[in-house]
């Protein structure tokens, strides 16, 4: 029997965000290890003799995109941080409040 979830409630909310980072990050991830993998064997199939594939022209998109993925990465893991929970809550109360100031 599966629960059942109150969509308003906060704590759902929640989760159900921090979810959805999570998948985000993941197929960012996936596509990063294949599309890097055709680039390793695209490249190692057109070496030219006596060429080592250990050089950074072979390793730039894999370097570069991957400080990428890992800045996504930290913003993923990172946010459970309750520093950074508790600001987002604050930061809410303080929008909702001038919105009801607004109206």
């Given at each position: 029997m599966m629960e059942t979830f109150n969509e308003n409630d906060i704590q759902y909310q929640r989760a159900k965000r921090y979810v959805e980072r999570?998948?985000?990050f993941y197929a960012h991830l996936f596509v990063y290890i294949a599309v890097n993998?055709?680039?390793?064997?695209?490249?190692?199939?057109?070496?030219?003799p006596g060429e080592s594939y250990f050089e950074f022209k072979n390793f730039f998109t894999l370097t570069f995109w991957g400080i990428g993925l890992v800045a996504h990465g930290a913003?993923?893991?990172?946010?459970?941080?309750?520093?950074?929970?508790?600001?987002?809550?604050?930061?809410?109360?303080?929008?909702?409040?001038?919105?009801?100031?607004?109206?």
């Amino acid at each position: 029997m599966m629960e059942t979830f109150n969509e308003n409630d906060i704590q759902y909310q929640r989760a159900k965000r921090y979810v959805e980072r999570l998948r985000g990050f993941y197929a960012h991830l996936f596509v990063y290890i294949a599309v890097n993998a055709m680039i390793v064997v695209y490249n190692c199939a057109n070496l030219k003799p006596g060429e080592s594939y250990f050089e950074f022209k072979n390793f730039f998109t894999l370097t570069f995109w991957g400080i990428g993925l890992v800045a996504h990465g930290a913003v993923v893991f990172l946010s459970k941080n309750s520093y950074l929970q508790n600001w987002e809550e604050k930061k809410i109360r303080e929008i909702m409040e001038k919105e009801k100031k607004d109206l």
